[in-house]
Structures are given as C-alpha cells and as structure tokens.
C-alpha cells in the first residue's frame, strides 16, 4: 500500500521520503503543481525563481507526532501590473499561507477545545500526540467566526450567573431550532431590548416571571406576544402557599396540645425513644467534656459565693457573659442533661427494619438495600448504628404522627405534586392532612386545579379558578392571583400556547458544564465562543 492514501495527502503533493525519529515521523513533500499562480493577480508563472522548505505540523499517525518537510517554489509574477514581483505558490487549502500547521490539525485542536476547553484539551492533545498549549487551544476556539444571528420568530430569554448571586448575564435561544443564538454580557432591561430591536421579524418571546426581561420584551419587541414560562408560574404558586402551609401546621399542633388530657387523667405507654449507639471513643470523650464541664460549673458557683462579677468570672473561665447567665438560668452543669434526638433521614425507615429484626433478618447489608431501595437516601453507617443499638439493648418505636414525621416542606410538594404521581404512602399521609384542617383540604383542591391548568395548557379555565380563590379566603393564594393579573396577557400566552423557556433552561444548563470545565477560564469573549459553537 502506497503512504500518500494513507497519509491522505492532497492532490499536487507528492511523497519523497520517510525518516523514523526518536519521537518525531519526519515526512519529506514536494509540491507537483503545474501552474502556480501569483495569489494578487492570479496569473500563471512560468519562471522560478527558487525554493525551499517549510516546517509543518500535520495530525498524529499512531499516537506519534508528524512533521511535514514541504518543498515549495518561488515564482516569478510577469504581469507587469502587479505589484508583486515574487510569490510563494500557495498550498490552499491544505495549509494556510504562512501557516505552521496543516488545517486539518487546526481542525481537530478547535474541536478538542470547544469539547474540553484548555487545561482538559492539553491532557487530551498530549495523549493522542498533538503537541499544543491550552493558551493555543483558546487562541483557536477565538479564531472560529461568529456569524450574526439570522430571522428569529420565537425567542427564549432566560439568564445566566458568571459568579452565583452577584453578576449574571442573558442567553439568547431560538426555539424553532433550539438554538443558543447569542450571550449578552449583563442581565439589563437595556442590553435585553436594544437585541431585540435589531430583530423586528421577532412574533414570541418566552421569558420567565421576572421584571427585566418583561420589560425588555414590551420595549425591544413591542409586536411580539410575550408568554410566561409555565414551569415559573407553577414555581410560583409554590412559593406563595409555603407560609400557608406553615401556618395550618401551627394552627393543628396548637389544637393538639390544647386537646390532650392531663398528664394524672392518662397511662402513657412505656416506650423507649432510640438513639445511636455510641462508639467507645466517643463515649470517653463525652465523660471527658463532661467532667471539664463539670469542673467550670463549680468554680463558677464558688467565684459567686465570694462576690467576683460576673465579667470577671467569665474571664478567668475563658467563657462569655452569656454563657454564665445561661448556667446560672439552668442550675446545673451543662452538658448534664441529655440532648433531644434530632430528626434523621433514617428515622422513617427505623420502624421498617425493627419490624425485619424481630422477623430474623440481621444483615445490615440485606437490611441497607431493602430500604434503599423504599427511597432511602442517607448513609449504611446510620443504618449499622441502629442496629448496634438493637444489639445492645432492647428498642420499641412508637408510631409517628403525619406531622412529626413530615416538615412543612414535604407536606407542601405532597400538596403541590400530582396526585397520580403520589404513592399509596403519600396517598395515605396527604389525606391525614387534609382531615387535620379543612384549610389544607381548601388549598390541595386549588393547587391541583391550577396544576391542571398548567400541564393541559387549559387557560380559559383561569377565570374560573380565580374565583373560586377569592371565595376562598386565602389570603396568600389571593395575592398570587394579583400578580397574574398584573401579568395577565403573558400568563394567558403560556397557559395557552405551546411555548416555554424548557429549551432555554436546558441550554443553561449546558452552559454551566462549560464554564466549570474552563478551571477560571471563562471570560465572556472565551465563554460566547464555546457556547455558540458548541458541539
């Protein structure tokens, strides 16, 4: 097999020679050309006038670096207008004039870097034989031309954080073809609307809730439709019933404490409330910060029998005022009482393995998977502590009401999610809180409505829903309800249409992965670059 089709060398270059180096293929071409032609007048040279050799690197052969050795001729231009008397034929476009490379190797370092970015482009080059820097990496992602944005009927605005809470930027998408089409350096009304006036072909802007982009779109595209995202509005109401759902849980545990009997007029059963086991390094150096404790205590009491301020007191025990107002409040040594139990991630399983325990099964490993597998999310060595615990003494788990063991968050997505998606545990637990307040039952029934509304895109039903939360009475569902009034044709727009900022939101977040992979190199020239022509 002949090394030029293998090497894939162009027509007009022929292959001399071969020379294997240390770590170096050195390849030997001439150029064959019959007709050079002077590249200003592009009339054909007869004469030359001499040659030499140029340097180029080409793409790796096997993991080895390549060197082209290329012979090329000095002509002579003989068009006595030209201005240019001698030329060099050229070897487009198989390399550029004055090139150092060939472009097929330009090529491929442009598409490393805009896959990897600089640092992790080194790596990448450095392993498959490209010899490069990541500073020539950015240099070639730089180089790539960016062609202005063409005719954009749907557009998707959203923003973007260079550094999280403090600067943020806008990213332009084309909904049509789900393309980014622009980044703008800041997250302005003005920068917003002054884009969009260059393209008054624009009939859609999707957006989310917020007042810049509104803003922007009413002065930069005054005959485009705006439509508010519908995943924002849904977050929205979220949002607003929080507090809501806070308050019923306040109102119930109120109601609660009110309707127990008195502690003489009840047997509580004897139940033992669970709690790690403790290692024996842990143990040691709990009795020593107790005995430490213990010590501050009683010179605190002996320093007050002798009239010392409190001031000076808390200086010589290297503690604060406040503190010794505290032990002074308690009366004993802190640290003396035991602490309440914090809730756990795996407190709501604890019930599902003692019921194994008791049933035979005492492999922590089984027991890890089986509650995994229910949803657990935390940690085997809560689950190995509990069973130390079981091991060590005997362990009886009361039953825990809805309201001890769902925050105030979980209740709020059991009421907020659909109720098709909810499993019969969730089923079970949403209904004992909506037996517990007839507010909950109130508010569940709007929310589901309205989430209706947003998943089928049914916006003629939003009037109707909008009545039923004045009769309501709920106060933060009717101020919700003032803010889609406010916003009322771009709400309409998004309960009805097909548009949404999902495609943008998606393209954001490709943006994210970006500038992380850019370790710091992520200025907003770099960063427009590997966002437009990302792969």
């Keep these: 097999m002949e090394a030029k089709p293998v090497l894939a060398l162009p027509e007009g270059l022929e292959l001399i020679g071969l020379e294997q180096m ?95 970015g600089g640092r992790l482009g080194v790596r990448v080059t450095d392993r498959i034989g490209i010899q490069t820097s990541r500073q020539t990496i950015i240099r070639r992602i730089l180089a790539l031309p960016t062609e202005p944005a063409g005719q954009v009927i749907e557009l998707g605005v959203d923003d973007f954080s260079f550094r999280r809470g403090r600067t943020f930027g806008t990213i332009l998408v084309d909904l049509s073809s789900h393309q980014v089409i622009d980044l703008l350096p800041e997250r302005s009304v003005e920068s917003a609307a002054a884009w969009m006036q260059n393209h008054p072909e624009i009939q859609y802007v999707s957006r989310d809730r917020g007042n810049d982009y ?62 790690p086991a403790r290692s024996k390094a842990h143990e040691h150096q709990h009795q020593s910060r107790l005995a430490a404790s213990q010590e501050r205590f009683e010179s605190l009491m002996t320093l007050q029998k002798l009239g010392i301020p409190q001031h000076e007191i808390a200086r010589r025990l290297g503690v604060t005022t406040r503190t010794i107002q505290n032990w002074n409040k308690r009366g004993s040594c802190p640290g003396s009482r035991q ?49 130390q615990t079981l091991k060590q003494e005997k362990v009886e788990l009361p039953e825990l009401p809805a309201l001890s063991r769902l925050s105030v968050r979980e209740s709020l997505w059991l009421l907020a999610r659909p109720l098709d998606d909810l499993e019969a545990d969730e089923r079970a637990d949403l209904e004992v809180l909506c037996q517990l307040s007839t507010e909950l039952t109130t508010l569940h029934l709007l929310v589901q409505a309205f989430g209706q509304i947003v998943r089928k895109r049914e916006g003629h039903r939003l009037d109707e829903w909008k009545r039923q939360v004045a009769i309501s009475g709920i106060a933060e569902l009717q101020r919700f309800v003032k803010g889609l009034t406010r916003d009322k044709e771009a709400i309409e727009a998004g309960l009805t249409l097909v548009y949404s900022n999902g495609v943008v939101e998606g393209k954001v977040n490709k943006l994210k992965l970006i500038k992380r992979m850019g370790y710091g190199r992520a200025s907003f020239p770099l960063l427009r670059h590997r966002v437009l022509h990302a792969l």
């Design 339 to 387: 602490r309440r139990k914090r809730r756990s991630l795996f407190d709501p399983y604890a019930a599902y393995v003692l019921a194994r325990w008791k049933d035979g099964c005492k492999t922590g490993s089984i027991l890890c998977r089986e509650i995994k597998a229910q949803g657990y999310c935390g940690t085997d060595r809560q689950v190995y502590r509990f069973l």
């Design 22 to 116: 240390a770590d170096l293929l050195v390849i030997t071409v001439a150029s064959t050309q019959s007709s050079p032609r002077c590249p200003l007048c592009g009339v054909v040279a007869q004469r030359v006038h001499s040659r030499y050799t140029r340097r180029v690197a080409d793409l790796p052969c096997g993991g080895q670096p390549i060197r082209l050795f290329l012979q090329v001729r000095k002509c002579f231009c003989e068009e006595g207008a030209c201005p240019r008397k001698i030329f060099v034929e050229r070897l487009t476009p198989f390399i550029d004039s004055h090139g150092r490379v060939t472009r097929r190797l330009f090529q491929v370092v442009q598409v490393i870097g805009l896959a990897t």
């Design 214 to 275: 509104a803003q922007a779109a009413r002065e930069g595209a005054p005959q485009a439709r705006a439509v508010a995202d519908r995943f924002h509005i849904y977050k929205n109401l979220v949002e607003a019933i929080e507090p809501v759902v806070a308050r019923c849980y306040k109102e119930i545990r109120s109601e609660s404490s009110r309707d127990l009997p008195e502690p003489s007029e009840v047997k509580l059963p004897q139940i033992k409330e669970w709690r």
